[in-house]
């Protein structure tokens, strides 16, 4: 691991969420594609503020389904989907954006823009919020360093490994100090050591406070960690999450 200890995110639990209270909700929630057949199908569950789950299950069983209704980019079918103790189905718009910028998302495929350096990818939701200046700048640079890449900060995605790229983006994820990370297969593109690599730094971001989703079908990196699962089959709940 690097040296550098994850402080740049470090802050109270949730923005006004206690620890133990309910970051998620899910009740009864099912959730369609356009008029395919439902992809999920009555899911409810709930995730603690402070708490790290590992999100489990063969590829197509739903996870990344589930992860998109909970940072909003898609509405359930029926059911409820409470984040941060709001019900999201009835959100204005402007309220979405609001609840949007406390979450931090980890892509399967990185998301990074190809034309940017590392330093300008993780800097761009701060951008994007205007928040500029030296102290951003510092953040950007703290942040790329305690993933390990500091002397990458200037490089094009396309001179990174894969490895190197989901760091990257971990960092991206971390740069507005959300108040929960969720990462879809986010060790699913690397070997088993850099996935251990990552999943220590996610572990690290809990330590400071964050809610902690992570969706993997690894049993064996999932196996070398203490954490509750939830898990789905089928778009159906199969373990975990206290209805």
Same mark, same amino acid.
């Given at each position: 691991m690097n040296a550098v200890r994850f402080s740049v995110? =470090?802050?109270? @639990?949730?923005? +006004?969420?206690?620890?133990?209270?309910d970051i998620v909700r899910f009740r009864n929630v099912g959730m369609r594609y356009d008029v395919g057949p439902e992809v999920l199908r009555d899911? /409810?569950? !709930?995730? =603690?503020? +402070? /708490?790290? @789950?590992? *999100?489990?299950? $063969? /590829?197509? =069983?739903?996870? %990344? %389904?589930?992860l998109r209704l909970m940072y909003l980019a898609n509405a359930p079918s029926r059911g409820e989907v409470h984040v941060f103790g709001r019900e999201t189905v009835r959100l204005p718009r402007r309220e979405i954006a609001a609840v949007r910028r406390r979450i931090g998302v980890v892509f399967q495929d990185f998301r990074l823009l190809e034309r940017l350096s590392a330093r300008a990818n993780? =800097?761009? $939701? *701060?951008?994007?919020a205007g928040d500029r200046g030296s102290a951003a700048d510092e953040r950007v640079i703290e942040l790329i360093r305690w993933v390990g890449l500091?002397?990458?900060?200037?490089?094009?995605p396309a001179q990174l490994s894969g490895g190197q790229r989901q760091r990257i983006a971990i960092a991206r994820a971390l740069i507005t100090r959300p108040d929960l990370v969720l990462a879809d297969e986010p060790t699913a %593109?690397?070997?088993? !050591?850099?996935?251990? !690599?990552?999943?220590? *730094? *996610?572990?690290?971001?809990?330590? %400071?406070?964050?809610?902690?989703?992570?969706?993997t079908h690894n049993r064996g990196l999932i196996s070398r960690f203490n @954490? $509750?699962?939830?898990?789905?089959?089928d778009g159906t709940l199969v373990e975990g999450g206290a209805p």
């Amino acid at each position: 691991m690097n040296a550098v200890r994850f402080s740049v995110g =470090a802050r109270t @639990h949730g923005g +006004g969420v206690e620890p133990g209270n309910d970051i998620v909700r899910f009740r009864n929630v099912g959730m369609r594609y356009d008029v395919g057949p439902e992809v999920l199908r009555d899911v /409810s569950f !709930r995730i =603690a503020a +402070g /708490s790290f @789950h590992f *999100l489990t299950g $063969p /590829s197509g =069983a739903g996870k %990344s %389904s589930l992860l998109r209704l909970m940072y909003l980019a898609n509405a359930p079918s029926r059911g409820e989907v409470h984040v941060f103790g709001r019900e999201t189905v009835r959100l204005p718009r402007r309220e979405i954006a609001a609840v949007r910028r406390r979450i931090g998302v980890v892509f399967q495929d990185f998301r990074l823009l190809e034309r940017l350096s590392a330093r300008a990818n993780v =800097a761009l $939701p *701060l951008r994007i919020a205007g928040d500029r200046g030296s102290a951003a700048d510092e953040r950007v640079i703290e942040l790329i360093r305690w993933v390990g890449l500091g002397e990458f900060a200037d490089v094009l995605p396309a001179q990174l490994s894969g490895g190197q790229r989901q760091r990257i983006a971990i960092a991206r994820a971390l740069i507005t100090r959300p108040d929960l990370v969720l990462a879809d297969e986010p060790t699913a %593109s690397v070997d088993d !050591r850099v996935g251990m !690599r990552i999943l220590h *730094l *996610l572990e690290e971001m809990h330590r %400071s406070g964050t809610t902690i989703v992570v969706a993997t079908h690894n049993r064996g990196l999932i196996s070398r960690f203490n @954490h $509750p699962q939830i898990r789905i089959e089928d778009g159906t709940l199969v373990e975990g999450g206290a209805p």
